[in-house]
T-cell receptor, first 113, second 113 residues
């Protein structure tokens, strides 16, 4: 069965901390994505990657960076966490272009105090 | 600007009471329309992809249909386990020839026994 695994289910950090969110997929998918989900705003794309060492900005990249050193792993980095980055973070992967279905992880609920 | 609007925001049904969820969209060059189901505290799970007007897909008590302007997710004789948030997403062409996936805010369905 296909699987996208996010390293933490819940995370509590302090303002100014550097935060790493890790995502691993076991499906040999080329594409990986990071979304955040907030009540009333829906899913918003932060960054995505179509290949190893490649990254593209999504709709809301400010305050975030990403790393994809290996095909199966896509990391989201909050360089200096702020309270407005408190959110549910969802990682996803897919085989092809944006007309292919996404496989999502279970999410990381991040609270920045 | 590409938009995806889902209605209603929330829907309460009695077990066995059939209904429909709506997803209306404006996008240039539709590449695909997706329906996902999301349970509380989990990532979205893929249900259907529709590619062209007139297409229909079915899975158990769910049936998705597509026109040029909207999609419906019909739920026939729902059960309490159908309670979830249903997300619609549209893949289309944006300026510059690239593709973009846009999510709606979802419909929260509650089915009471």
């Amino acid at each position: 069965d296909v699987k996208v695994t996010q390293s933490s289910r819940y995370l509590v950090k302090r303002t100014g901390e550097k935060v790493f969110l890790e995502c691993v997929q076991d499906m040999d998918h080329e594409n990986m994505f990071w979304y955040r989900q907030d009540p009333g705003l829906g899913l918003r794309l932060i960054y995505f990657s179509y290949d190893v060492k490649m990254k593209e900005k999504g709709d809301i990249p400010e305050g975030y960076s990403v790393s994809r050193e290996k095909k199966e792993r896509f990391s989201l980095i909050l360089e200096s966490a702020s309270t407005n980055q408190t959110s549910m973070y969802l990682c996803a992967s897919s085989t092809g272009g944006t007309n292919e279905k996404l496989f999502f992880g279970s999410g990381t609920q991040l609270s920045v105090l | 600007e590409d938009q995806v609007t889902q209605s209603p925001e929330a829907l309460r049904l009695q077990e066995g009471e059939s209904s429909s969820l709506n997803c209306s969209y404006t996008v240039s060059g539709l590449r695909g329309l997706f329906w996902y189901r999301q349970d509380p505290g989990k990532g979205p799970e893929f249900l259907f992809t529709l590619y062209s007007a007139g297409e229909e897909k079915e899975k158990e008590r769910l049936k998705a249909t597509l026109t040029k302007k909207e999609s419906f997710l019909h739920i026939t004789a729902p059960k309490p386990e159908d309670s979830a948030t249903y997300l619609c997403a549209v893949s289309g062409m944006v300026l510059g020839g690239s593709e973009k996936l846009v999510f709606g805010k979802g419909t929260k369905l509650t089915v009471n026994p």
